[in-house]
RNA sequence: GCGCCCAUAGCUCAGCUGGAUAGAGCGUUGGCCUCCGGAGCCAAAGGUCACAGGUUCGAAUCCUGUUGGGCGCGCCA
C-alpha cells in the first residue's frame, strides 16, 4: 500500500515510480474520506505528446470525477496535495479539462544511459510472462512447393512474434507443421512421377490440376538420374480410361494408378524424394531468411505415433461424435461452429481437420499454457472448428490465439500479380531475398500490422531498396559504430564511460534521444501483449531519427574530456539499443554498411 | 445470402487500447558539409480520419446503419 522504494532498474523511475506515488496519493484521499475506501482506481500515465505538457501525464482526476462526484479539475488539486515529495519531480500541474501533467528533473531521465550500458542486450527485456509456456506456430505451408512471398510474411511476422514473447519472459517454442500426409502428397507424388515419366520419354497429357512448377522437374530429374528406368511404365498404360471424367476424379484415378503400378514401397520412394527435396528447400530458404524452427511436427508422425486415433477417441468420449453417410462427424456447431464437421471420410482416411484437432490436443498434453497459431487471413473460417473442438475435450479455447496475417498483394509494373501455387504463378520467397534482400525483407513485412491489407510493390522494394527505411536503421547504427572507430583512429580517448557525467545532457536534441532510449521497455511490452511486432519497427525508426538529428546537430567527440564522455556513452547506449530491438524483428545491426 | 478483416495526406502506412493542435516514409518544392559516414539533417505544401447517426467532459479509436474493397462458407489443406 503506497509502497515508495527505489527500483532497481533507473529506466522504470519514469513511469513505474510515478505510479507508485500517485497510487500513495490515493490512497491518502481514501484515508481522509474523498475518495471511497473501496474505489478502484487505475493510475495510468501517458508520455505526453508535447513539450508544454511535460513528461508524463494522467488522466486519472477524469475518470474518477464522475465516480467521487468531484468536478476533475478539483479532485486533480486534491490529488496533488496528497502527493508525497519525490526529488525526481520537477513540478506537477493542472491542464485543459483535469489532466495532470508531471514535469521530471532533466537527470533523472538521463540515468537511463547508464542503466542500458549496464544492461546491455538485456535492456528491454522483462519477466512479464512469468515462463509462461508458449508454442508458436506459423509458416506451415504444404510441402508441395517453394515459399511464396504470402509465406514470407507469415514467417516474418511469426519469427518476430517469438522473439518478442521470448525476449519478455515467456519461455517460446516455435513449431512448422509439416503436412506430409494426405491427398496433397499424392498429387506431389504424381506430379513428379508424370514429369519422371516424360523424362523416360513416354507421352504424357500431363494433368492442369497437378503442380505445374519448375521444380517438379528439377525433383523428377532426381529421380531418373538415381533410378533411371525402374519406375518406368508405358504412357498409354498409366493414362488409360481416364479421360471424360471430373477434373479431380482424375487425378484420383491417376494417383490409384501410380499406387498399384508401382507399389507401396516405389510409390513412397517417389513421394519421399518430393517431400524430402520440398522441406528441405523450405527449411534451407528460411534459414537464409533468418528463421529457424525449433520443430518440424510431421503430420504423419502424428499419426504414427497414434495420437490422431487418441484424438479422435477423446472427443468421441465427449460425445460430440456421430456417424452420418458412412462418415464421422464432429458435433461442431455445439459449440459455436457453423456447421458440423467430417473428421473421418466415408473411405476411412482422416480429415486435414482431425489430425490438426490431434496436433492441437498435443501441443495441449506437451504442457504448453498457451497455443498461438499464425495462419493466412484466408483461414479464418476454420478458426470457430477448431476452438470447437479444444472446448468439446474440456480445454478452455482462449488457450488458443489464433492470429490471421492478411495476404500481401503484389505488384510489379503497376499490375497485380495474381498467384497460384498449382498454376506455378507466383514470386518465391527466395527471389524476393535475393533480389531485395533478407534484412529488407523482413522489415518491409514487419513494419505493417499483420491483419491491415498490405501492397508490396515489387518495382519499388528492387529498385529503390536504397529507400527503405530499415538502412535508415541500420545507417544509424553503423554511423555510430564508425565513430568508436574514429575515436579510435585519431587516439581520442573515449574510456571511462561509466564514470560520465551524465547530467551533462542538456540539449534538447539530447534530452529527446534520452527520452526515446527510455521508451524501449516500455514498447517492448507492448509489442508482445498484444502481438504487434510493428511497433517495434516504429519505434526503431523514430530512434533513428532523433540519432540522426542529435549527430546532425553536434560534434560528439570534438568537445571537452567531460562533455565528450556524456555524449560518448549517450550514443553507445543508443547502438546498443538499435542492436536490441533489431535484433527482436531478426533484422542485422551491421557495423558498417 | 451469411460470417470475418479492412477504409486515415497524391501513394504506402502509424496513431501508445477513449485524451490535449491526427503523425511518419515515399513523391513534390526550397535550403544544409573546410568539421565524427549526405544511405543523413532542416523547412514548406498536402486531411470533411469513407458516409450518417449514437454513447460522454472528450471519438480516427466504442455501438448501430449505409457505401466501397479483400477473404471465407468442401468428406481440399
Known sequence: MGRITTRPRPELILKQQLQELFAAAVERLKRDGVLAPDQQVAVRFERARQKQHGDFATNMALSLAKTCGQAPRKLAQLIIDALPAAPEI????????GFINVFLAADSQSQVVGAIRDAGNGYGRSTLGAGQKVVIEFVSANPTGPLHVGHGRGAAFGDSLARLLAATGFAVVTEYYVNDAG????ILAVSVWLRYLELCGEQ?????NAYQGDYIFDIAATVHREHGDRYRHPGDT????????DLELQLDSLIQRAKMLLGQEGYRHVLGVGLNALTADI??????FNVNFDRWYSERSLIDDHHLDNALQALAKSGNV????????????????????????ENGAPTYFASDIAYHLNKLERGFDRLIDVWGADHHGYMPRMKAALQAMHYDPDRLVVLLVQFAALYRGGEKVSMSTRTGE??????????????????????????????????LAKSQSNENPVYYVQYAHARICSVFRQAAEKHIDTGDLD????????????????NTLSRFPEVVENAAVNYEPHQVAYYLRSLANDFHTYYNAHNFLGVAPNLRRARVALIDATRQVLANGLELIGVHAPDKM
Not at 527449411?283 to 537464409?288: I, K, M, P, S
Not at 533478407?438 to 501492397?455: C, I, L, N, P, S
Not at 564514470?499 to 534520452?514: C, F, K, M, R, Y
Open 204 to 208: 504424357i497429357a500431363f494433368p492442369d
Open 90 to 97: 520537477v513540478k506537477v500541474e493542472i491542464a485543459g479539462p
Open 499 to 514: 564514470g560520465a557525467d551524465l547530467s551533462l545532457l542538456g540539449e534538447d536534441h539530447e534530452i529527446a534521444l534520452v
Open 238 to 245: 498409366v493414362c488409360a480410361d481416364i479421360d471424360g471424367q
Open 183 to 186: 491427398r496433397q502428397m499424392d
Open 322 to 345: 456421430f456417424e452420418r453417410d458412412g462418415a464421422l462427424w464432429f458435433r461442431s456447431t455445439a459449440f459455436g461452429d457453423e456447421k458440423d464437421r467430417v473428421v473421418v471420410r
Open 283 to 288: 527449411r534451407g530458404d528460411l534459414e537464409q
Open 426 to 459: 507466383f514470386v518465391t520467397l527466395r527471389e524476393l531475398r535475393q533480389e531485395v534482400g533478407t534484412d529488407a525483407a523482413r522489415f518491409f513485412y514487419v513494419q505493417r500490422k499483420a491483419e491491415q491489407h498490405m501492397d508490396f510493390d515489387l518495382d
